[in-house]
T-cell receptor
């Protein structure tokens, strides 16, 4: 039982390049989330998907797009990477209700 | 915007001592949760306390909630080196289903 799996674990991009971060969960959760974590700022919500087929913007959506491919998978795309997007990205999933979230191990992204 | 704010930002204690950290928030909540993050890892859920609860225990963890002061505390008793981590509070607002995380307290337990 893997929980939440994120790929890749590390990535270095040049400014202007694009990439997709992948996330999959095997807990049959309805809701999935993408966060970024920067030093001293905790976690900030980028996008979330309350259920399969729906996506909504979070606190810091600019420069990102998402796709809820099916109930298991939720991907985050950077169309044209900028140095300000250098961060650690976490995917999480939860059942609705109490919203206890389960996190992946993170993707460490550097944009040069 | 982040609703929860932890205090202190960092804490260094000797093994065996207790560690206490606080969280303040701004709006009414359904529940408040505490998470731990070990270096280089994702967050792990520790404990949830509902708005109608005042205290909750789980092993060496004790959480209190004071909704009148909009604050919570996490106490780790008899700390161990393995408790070295960052601890985050997260609130679930009354009219929302998205968690709002604080910036975290970094705890270092010295052997």
């Amino acid at each position: 039982n893997a929980g939440v799996t994120q790929t890749p674990k590390f990535q270095v991009l040049k400014t202007g390049q694009s990439m997709t971060l992948q996330c999959a969960q095997d807990m049959n959760h309805n809701s999935m989330y993408w966060y970024r974590q920067d030093p001293g700022m905790g976690l900030r919500l980028i996008y979330y998907s309350a259920s399969e087929g729906t996506t909504d913007k979070g606190e810091v959506p600019n420069g990102y797009n998402v796709s809820r491919l099916n109930k298991r998978e939720f991907s985050l795309r950077l169309e044209s990477a900028a140095p300000s997007q250098t961060s650690v990205y976490f995917c999480a999933s939860s059942e609705q209700g109490a919203n206890i979230q389960y996190f992946g191990a993170g993707t460490r992204l550097s944009v040069l | 915007s982040q609703q929860g704010e932890e205090d202190p930002q960092a804490l260094s204690i000797q093994e065996g001592e207790n560690a206490t950290m606080n969280c303040s928030y701004k709006t009414s909540i359904n529940n408040l949760q505490w998470y731990r993050q070990n270096s280089g890892r994702g967050l792990v859920h520790l404990i949830l306390i509902r708005s109608n609860e005042r205290e909750k225990h789980s092993g060496r963890l004790r959480v209190t909630l004071d909704t009148s002061k909009k604050s919570s505390s996490l106490l780790i008793t008899a700390s161990r080196a393995a408790d070295t981590a960052s601890y985050f509070c997260a609130t679930l607002p009354t009219n929302d289903y998205k968690l709002s995380f604080g910036a975290g307290t970094t705890v270092t337990v010295r052997a």
